[in-house]
């Protein structure tokens, strides 16, 4: 084979691979994954808060989308 024909192959079992893990799901699992324990972040207005905490104690700007003193007032 060609270089060209390895890195067809190669995309192709990757697509393979990737498409594995697709799997219809029943309704009654549904309420399995929707549980807080899945979720990426299972407190998000804690996380928020302290975020908010950081940033003003630190008086630091950028990054976060917001910019402001150490007076907490941003």
């Given at each position: 084979m060609r270089a060209s024909g390895w890195v067809m192959h190669l995309a192709l079992c990757g697509a393979?691979?990737?498409t594995i893990g697709c799997t219809p799901l029943a309704p009654w699992e549904r309420g399995t994954l929707a549980k807080p324990a899945m979720a990426l972040d299972p407190n998000p207005?804690?996380?928020?808060?302290?975020?908010?905490?950081?940033?003003?104690r630190e008086?630091?700007?950028?990054?976060e989308a917001t910019s402001g003193g150490g007076c907490g007032c941003n």
């Open positions: 393979l691979l990737a207005a804690q996380s928020a808060m302290r975020t908010h905490v950081r940033i003003s008086a630091a700007s950028g990054g």
